[in-house]
């Protein structure tokens, strides 16, 4: 018996079709992903399975084996101690949950706030817990350790995968080149069926007029009435060849929709020199705690480094320290055309009133033409121009959020979780972005993939030291972490 079944939910918020005839369920032991676009009403279905309220739906069911205690963590974990970091609530919130014997736990983004050592601990508590999961994430390492089953929320409409992450994209793919195989073969049918439907009307006009004509001398009785037959059987013909055509166009394979694709193109200015920055002897410590101290390092300008350390060890501090909004000790050399842009993790700036328009306009001035194209292409159109920033979901600010640097073309970038909140094709498209990126990177981020992706030199914060590493993200992770790659 299912912990929790689905039964056609059907949800309509305005005009906007959420749920469209869902129907699903979790058996027990079940490991579970729900992916989807930002948008789709992932956490919304999250909620109501949850029974945390949120809209009615307008039709269909959600039934829990009323035997079944279900746990619930949700997107930003809240814990009464304040002064826990985000990490550490996101942990004490999964405490609580698994404390509670939980048949089926339903997770909303848990690997938010939490670096890779706290993913690793987080997919071993799993592997450890004895229940059911649907687990709503876009970190794909969490996904491929953890389920074995994804469930894409799409257009309003569930499709099962089997499998992890990785699983299911391959699948995903094969399944529209198959869709898309099936669609093409079946128009060359119809296109050939037109032309042939063309081609004897055409005969039938011409057997018709010629029945029409005078008989000349010498021809057989009865010609005239045989034309006439072999006109009307060339009508037959046709009558019959529109029901086939009309026949498979109802049963042919409808044109497969390719994903909703999101477009980044962030150009830094060309500069010269070549090294970017370089470090000597430095320090930092608040009041007893040293963070780090006596490191040595240099950038050269197009790196992409992945600067790695547990919660706590500093990094934050450390791209502060490097956008000269924090003092340290030592020595700390930037070029002078250097022009470092952070991507700050928070969101505290977009908690406002102001429109999204209002926003860009000062940070960048009137916007023309080719920004509000590279705005639309980024998933910010015209009707996002006038919401209030506070409106926005958490996707849309994280987009919002680099529109900023990609339209300055800033060639210095330090990126503070840039993932956190994009749905998968978009990470997937940024990390196209970045990959080619001509310019200098610095990204502190909990996801793997988009780290051996990027990252070709990584400094690791631990035991109050920055040590540089020069090699990409997964030999990182082999030699150092020792975890597979």
Partial sequence: MPIISVNHLSLSLGDRVLFDDLSFAVEPGERVGLVGANGAGKTTLLRLLAGQGGPTPDSGSVRLDPRAAMGYLEQEASCPDGRLSGGERTRAALNRALDGHPA??????????????????????LHQADCALLIVSHDRYLLDCTVDRILELENGRITEYAGGYSDYRDEKARRFSEQMHRYQEDQKRLNALREDIASMRRRAETAHRKSTQAVSSGLKMGEKEKKRARAKKMDKKVKSDIKRMERLMVTSQARPEREKEVYFHIEGEARHGKRMLEARGLGKSFGARTLFRDADFTLCRGDHVALYGGNGSGKTTLCNILMGSESYEGELWLSPTARPHLLEQDFAAYAQKKTVLAFLTEKLGRLDGAQRSALYNLGLSARHMDQPLQSLSYGEKM???????????????????????????????????????????IVISHDVYLLRRLCTRVLYLHDERIQPYACDFSRFMEEELSLES
């Fill in 399 to 441: 987009r919002l959020k680099l529109a900023v640097p990609i339209l300055q073309k800033e060639d210095f970038l330090i990126l503070d979780e840039p993932t956190n909140h994009l749905d998968l094709p978009t990470r997937e498209q940024l990390e196209e972005t970045l990959s080619a990126y001509n310019g200098t990177l």
């Fill in 104 to 125: 089926l736990l339903l997770m909303d983004e848990p690997t938010n706030h939490l670096d890779l050592a706290g993913v690793s601990q987080l997919i071993d508590r």
